[in-house]
């Protein structure tokens, strides 16, 4: 009991964050829920020998993804009550989801059981992972990421709008200027009478 | 039998609860003391870089300055304003803080003293950096502050961009060194000053180094706090001990990544005269104390002297600037290695 108690706590606190994530009436509190999950989860897999997968999983969910998200969640306004209708609502639906899905892992997991045991490498399976990532399953791995890139693309160019008649700046046109471009020095004679205009006598002195 | 077992299974797993205890301890003492004195260098920097002493009244030219400034904060009332959140106003500063000083658990002082020598190291690392901004999001949020709300927006904006430009950083090192572990990253530079990292991996070294500087949000990337335009930024309704944690956070990052730059690029411990001469070629912590005090006097050296980014600039340089040029230097560094060209070989 005592040498898995890691375990059975990171578990209990991935299954309340879970609940608070649907629980929660606050939307911002839900998303931090959310966070919670990912890091317990994390040191679930900490725990189970794959540190490559704990870091990346707090890198890029908690790091980059959730952030972006809890702004999302910041800035909308949300009505409490109408969330919580909507909670009520979709409650069946979620719980038959939920139910599939417990249906599909557990099956997995037992397709999993009867292949061989998977040993993980003494001290870390980081350099285990990057050679099977970059040898056998190089195409599929470079496949995913040229996909990955294709989708940013693709999201950029939907939500580009080019507008006419910004005063944009252009740092390079900018670092370009040159002191005639921008200066013009004038000799001015010393003033006598107050009141009076720019002296016809005024030169221009181009440097 | 079993009992025995496991009475003897805890009393181990007490004493060495008990002896990493006061590791952590040896660690976070010497980085809070660190703290109170880069607040009363940096007052003191500044104050001779714009012709001023600096604070000379508290204690022999002003050495107790940071004690006083500690008791005013602790001090003070904590006030949480009436619409804000209170919870998460509470907790935000201990969620700035706290990643600050849970990365130190990986950094190496010497050889082989780190608190945990672990081989995803630098994974670790980037793990816990990337979880700094929370305190400031949350923070920003809770207080129920326009200044506040606008200060983390930016803030997390710059936090998401220089982060994917230090990871690529990184990778140079990581590829330059074979290993994610810290340790063996700085012992790959052993050698003498002409092995360290800086030299072929030069543009990444300062790009990781501005990024660190953008990420702990230090001028001239401090729009987080734009005195000028927002007030204070996210902090704006903190007071007293809330202030003080993160101003501590802030602080002990700077600390963090001038650490970092130190071992990443410059050979953490190892001694620039290394085979060279004698006594001054012994590795040791002092060298990594004396690069750290670099990199520190840096920070406030920037902030002495550059005027604040507009947030569109800062944006520019992020994406536009520093992300392809890491690109560029990895495929370079792909080219080197793979022809077998290169100081690390």
């Not at chain 2, 502050?145 to 904006?157: F, N």
């Not at chain 2, 005269?273 to 001054?280: A, M, Q, S, T, W």
């Amino acid at each position: 009991m005592l040498p898995a108690l890691p375990f059975y706590l990171a578990s209990a606190f991935l299954i309340g964050a879970s609940l608070g994530v649907v629980g929660s009436r606050n939307p911002v509190y839900a998303a931090l829920f959310l966070v919670l999950a990912f890091v317990s989860a994390a040191v679930l897999w900490l725990l189970a020998g794959a540190e490559f997968l704990a870091m990346a999983l707090v890198v890029v969910y908690v790091g980059a993804v959730m952030v972006l998200f809890l702004f999302v969640v910041m800035m909308i306004d949300v009505r409490l009550a109408v969330l919580h209708r909507s909670f009520v609502r979709y409650l069946p639906l979620g719980v038959l989801v939920a139910v599939a899905m417990m249906v599909q892992i557990i099956a997995a997991l037992r397709g999993l059981a009867q292949g061989a045991g998977h040993a993980f490498p003494e001290g870390g399976n980081t350099e285990a992972l990057g050679t099977l990532i970059y040898t056998r399953f190089l195409y599929p791995f470079e496949i995913a990421g040229l996909i990955l890139l294709l989708a940013i693309v693709a999201a950029i160019a939907l939500t580009l709008r080019r507008r006419e008649g910004t005063r944009h700046q252009d740092p390079g046109r900018q670092v370009l200027v040159r002191k005639q471009d921008r200066l013009r020095l004038w000799r001015l004679p010393p003033h006598q009478a107050s009141g009076e205009q720019l002296p016809a006598s005024a030169q221009r002195e181009d440097t | 039998m079993t009992m025995a077992l496991s009475g003897q299974y805890m009393t181990n797993g007490l004493l060495a609860a008990g002896v990493l205890l006061l590791k952590v301890l040896a660690v976070i003492m010497p980085i809070t003391v660190v703290v109170a004195y880069l607040t009363y260098v940096e007052r003191k920097v500044i104050g001779y870089m714009q012709r001023r002493i600096g604070p000379h009244r508290v204690g022999y030219r002003g050495l107790l300055q940071p004690f006083a400034d500690v008791f005013k904060l602790l001090l003070k009332e904590v006030l949480v304003p009436a619409s804000a959140n209170r919870f998460l106003f509470l907790t935000a500063p201990f969620l700035a803080l706290v990643p600050a000083l849970a990365t130190w658990a990986v950094v190496p002082f010497w050889r082989g003293a780190a608190l945990a020598n672990v081989d995803a190291g630098l994974l670790y690392v980037l793990a816990m950096t990337s979880m700094t901004v929370y305190g400031i999001i949350l923070a920003g949020w809770s207080s129920n502050s326009k200044y506040a709300l606008l200060g983390a927006m930016r803030s997390a904006a710059q936090m998401v961009a220089y982060e994917i430009a230090m990871g690529f950083a990184l990778v140079g090192v990581i590829m330059a060194s074979n290993s994610l572990n810290l340790d063996r990253i700085v012992v790959a530079q052993a050698g003498g000053l002409h092995h360290w990292y800086i030299w072929p991996l030069l543009p990444l070294a300062v790009v990781y180094f501005i990024c660190g500087v953008a990420e702990t949000n230090r001028a001239p990337f401090d729009v987080a706090e734009g005195e000028s335009e927002i007030v204070a930024g996210f902090h704006v309704e903190y007071s007293g001990a809330g202030f003080a944690l993160f101003f501590l956070a802030e602080y002990a990052n700077m600390i963090l990544i001038s650490a970092l730059v130190s071992i990443f690029f410059v050979g953490g411990w190892l001694s620039p005269f290394e085979g060279l001469v004698p006594i001054l070629g012994k590795p040791g912590l002092h060298w990594l104390a004396l690069k750290m005090a670099f990199f520190l006097f840096c920070f406030l050296w920037f902030r002495a002297t550059f005027p604040r980014y507009r947030y569109d600039q800062i944006m520019r340089l992020g994406w536009k600037v520093f992300i392809p040029l890491t690109l560029l230097w990895i495929g370079l560094e792909c080219v080197w290695k793979a022809v077998g060209f290169g100081p690390w070989f």
